[in-house]
């Protein structure tokens, strides 16, 4: 693992709002963009180090099923994502 400053997101549909990784005590702002058609693009001012970290989101998006549209089209407003970076 290396030191980055971008997380790409499998995100179709998905604005975000406000992004924050978070390393231990330590939180480092963030920002969303879109990328290339169904993703985005979470990019930090500098790169944060390698290791285990928390993305936390806020977003809107639309929930798809199996890649179509149920009828659950109320915007999602905020999910914290845990993995990896």
């Known amino acids: 693992m290396q ?3 971008v997380v790409w997101l499998n995100a179709t549909s998905l604005a975000v709002d406000e992004a924050v990784v978070r ?3 330590h939180s480092y702002p963030a920002v ?3 990328g290339a058609p169904r ?5 930090l001012p500098n790169p ?3 290791g285990t970290a928390t993305l936390h ?3 809107k ?8 549209e149920t009828s659950l089209k109320a915007p999602i407003r905020e999910c914290v994502c845990v993995d990896k970076v």
Do not use: D, N
Not at 61 to 68: T, W
């Open 3 to 5: 030191p980055t400053a």
């Open 23 to 25: 390393i231990r005590e």
């Open 32 to 34: 969303g963009e879109s």
């Open 39 to 43: 993703f985005v693009a979470v990019r």
């Open 48 to 50: 944060i180090p390698a």
């Open 57 to 59: 989101l806020r977003y």
């Open 61 to 68: 998006g639309e929930i798809i099923s199996g890649g179509v």
